[in-house]
C-alpha cells in the first residue's frame, strides 16, 4: 500500500520561501517519477513539477524560475523548494507517484501565501 506524507506548508508573506517534503513508502520510490501537485479553493488540481528516478525535472510555466524539485532517494523523499511566492500559489500541494493508477492523493500540505 503507498503511503505519502506531506509536510513544509505554512503561511508565508508575498516573497516568501518555504520548502515541502514528501516521503513515500509502499513503492520502489527509486525507479518512480515523482510529482508535486497543487490545488486551489474551487480550481482543478494540477501538476507543478516531476523529477523521474534519475533526477529529469519539468515545471509549470507559472513556476518556472521560482520553484525547484529534488529527491533523495536514499531517503525516499521529494522535495519543493518555492521562492519567491505569490498570492496565487496558495494551495493544498500534495505528492505522488506518477505512474500509480489510481493517484494515491494523500492529505496534501497547505501553502498559503498572504501579507
Known amino acids: 500500500q503507498v503511503q505519502l506524507v506531506e509536510s513544509g506548508g505554512g503561511l508565508v508573506q508575498p516573497g516568501g520561501s518555504l520548502r515541502l517534503s514528501c516521503t513515500a513508502s509502499g513503492i520502489i520510490f527509486s525507479i518512480n517519477t515523482m510529482g508535486w501537485y497543487r490545488q486551489a479553493p474551487g480550481k482543478q488540481r494540477e501538476l507543478v513539477a516531476d523529477?523521474?528516478?534519475?533526477?529529469?525535472?519539468r515545471y509549470a510555466d507559472s513556476v518556472k524560475g521560482r520553484f525547484t524539485i529534488s529527491r533523495d532517494n536514499v531517503r525516499n523523499t521529494v522535495y519543493l523548494q518555492m521562492n519567491s511566492l505569490k498570492p496565487e500559489d496558495t494551495a493544498v500541494y500534495y505528492c505522488?507517484?506518477?505512474?500509480?493508477?489510481?493517484?494515491?492523493w494523500g492529505q496534501g500540505t497547505q501553502v498559503t501565501v498572504s501579507s
Open positions: 505522488i507517484p506518477t505512474a500509480q493508477i489510481p493517484p494515491p
Open positions: 523529477i523521474t528516478g534519475r533526477g529529469k525535472t
